[in-house]
């Protein structure tokens, strides 16, 4: 069975703290995307990434960064954790021009 | 520019009740891909259904159907006879078709809740 495993369900910070939010795929594919979503709001784009290496800003990519060394993970990072990047966040993958999604389970950071 | 709406934010039914789900787009190419996509509590968004913008027949799997109108630009989603197991919060979601060599963005919708009372 194809997955998408983020490495936490649940995670708390302090503000001001660095964050690693960890996303690997076991599908080989190319696409991958970090999207957060928030109540009324759905989901909303931070970056993608279409090969490694290669990564693009999406709709909302400030105070986030993002690191794809290998195919198979694709790392958010929040350079200075702060309260309003308290929420769900949602990694994706998908081949190219395939446009059905793989989500992860999600990671719902608090940020105290 | 792209946008989808759901206009209903929660819905609550009574099991074996049918449901629609409503779905309207708005964009200005021709080619263009809806979707419907579950998420469950355990959090997961679940992909359902895809459909291109040439394709307006409707779709039927088992127990859910979808109503493509582009004349209305509406992609609804029906749930007969629900369970509780189709309690979950759905997201519709349009993508621009740019061809095989870029990124085709996923703009989704802002959900509707589901909720199936047994």
């Known amino acids: 069975d194809v997955k998408v495993t983020q490495s936490s369900r649940y995670l708390v910070k302090r503000t001001g703290e660095k964050v690693f939010l960890e996303c690997v795929q076991d599908?080989?594919?190319?696409?991958m995307f970090w999207y957060r979503q928030d109540p009324g709001l759905g989901l909303r784009l931070i970056y993608f990434?279409?090969?490694?290496?290669?990564?693009e800003k999406g709709d909302i990519p400030e105070g986030y960064s993002v690191s794809r060394e290998k195919k198979e993970r694709f790392s958010l990072i929040l350079e200075s954790a702060s309260t309003n990047q308290t929420s769900m966040y949602l990694c994706?993958?998908?081949?190219?021009?395939?446009?059905?999604?793989?989500f992860g389970s999600g990671t719902r950071l608090t940020v105290v | 520019a792209q946008k989808v709406t759901q206009a209903q934010t929660e819905i609550s039914v009574v099991e074996k009740e049918d449901v629609t789900l409503d779905c309207v787009y708005e964009?200005?190419?021709?080619?263009?891909?809806l979707f419907w996509y579950k998420q469950p509590p355990s959090g997961e968004l679940v992909f359902l259904i895809r459909?291109?913008?040439?394709?307006?027949q409707n779709e039927i799997s088992g127990r859910y159907s979808w109503n493509f109108q582009k004349s209305t630009s509406s992609f609804n989603f029906t749930i007969t006879a629900s369970q509780v197991v189709d309690s979950a919060v759905y997201f519709c979601?349009?993508?621009?078709?740019?061809?095989?060599?870029?990124?085709?963005?996923?703009?989704f919708g802002p959900g509707t809740s589901l909720s199936v009372i047994p």
């Open positions: 994706a993958s998908s081949l190219p021009s395939d446009y059905g999604y793989t």
């Open positions: 599908m080989d594919h190319e696409n």
């Open positions: 990434s279409y090969d490694v290496k290669m990564k």
């Open positions: 964009t200005r190419d021709t080619t263009y891909y």
């Open positions: 459909r291109n913008s040439f394709d307006e």
């Open positions: 979601a349009l993508s621009e078709a740019r061809g095989k060599t870029s990124y085709d963005k996923v703009i």
